[in-house]
């Protein structure tokens, strides 16, 4: 079974520019989130997706940071315009409903992430 | 919001030495989950606990429910060099995080 696929892995930015994450989570799982790590801290959820529809996106910084899951399949994460503090590294992680399907909810398998740096 | 705090931070220890570390939270949850995380990868699942009192092994790890559901502990028995990581614990509701623990094993 192939894992969450991210790209890219590592990109460098100036400040105010706009940056795009891609993922791709694991076939069948409903569920996708996007993860914030700030190096030296645990992932902060950032927004948590249940197919096409937003369930949590309390913590999302909406002034600049926007995701969508349009198909319900993969998703992108953009930062526009970035700020230092963005730098970080994005995890995406998936998992399915625990309704029939593989897995239970909440056992979250997570993507290499995007490591970003904002110059 | 939320809070889980790990303890210890950080831990240096002989290969074959056993090891505990444990998460404590402010408030209930339902779940706990404990995730390994290597350099330049993502966390990866160890164990999950889904009923207080709950006591789980996998290999060489067991993990704990606590009673009060504020707490769960994670044990890595005879510690091996590949075992070296930062060790999250995360529980339901808002997914939160733990601060982890850095493992470190000497051959």
Redesign the interface.
Known sequence: EAG?AQSPRYKIIEKRQSVAFWCNPISGHATL?W?QQILG?????LI?FQNNGVV?DSQLPKDRFSAERLKGVDSTLKIQPAKLEDSAVY?C?SSSTGEGGSG?P????????TRLTVT | GQQLNQSPQSMFIQEGEDVSMNCTSSSIFNTWLWYKQEPGEGPVLLIALYKAGELTSNGRLTAQFGITRKDSFLNISASIPSDVGIYFCAGDGQLVFGTGTRLLVSP
Do not use: I
Not at chain 1, 106 to 113: K, L, R
């Open positions: 969450v989130y993860y801290q645990g992932p902060k959820l948590q949590d995890l992680a239970l909440y056992e979250q398998y997570f993507g290499p992430g």
